[in-house]
């Protein structure tokens, strides 16, 4: 299988998975806040919305199988509880625009994370300290 170290001292590029993942899980976060800005119910501090901000800033951080594979596992756990959750039938039938549309953008960011995350996760190598 071929690799790519995908970030060297001074280089700032990523590759298009790493771009696509980081994409996904901002996408995610502004799609839960989104949400409660037209009247979802979440809690005080949503887990759906910190958790891919952290999950981003450590892919910024330091780009490798471990990051990668985070915002993978980030996107399978928060993708099952979306799908499992009745919430989210119920923001889709509401009737609201704001929630139906954030919520759709919230299953595409979580489906987009999933696919991104694993190709991400299969190009990258962990990087020598």
Known sequence: METENITRAGDT???PAVAATLAA???????IVV????????????PGLVIPLVAAGLLLWRTN???TGLALAIGVF???????TPDTGDHLSSGDTLLIVSTVAELVALAGLVVAGAMATLRTRARAR
């Open 35 to 46: 949400q409660i800005a037209a009247g979802a119910d979440y809690p005080t501090v949503p």
């Open 13 to 15: 590029t990523r590759s």
């Open 65 to 67: 199988r471990w990051t």
């Open 78 to 84: 928060i993708g099952t509880g979306a799908f499992l």
């Open 25 to 31: 899980l901002l996408l995610l976060a502004v799609s």
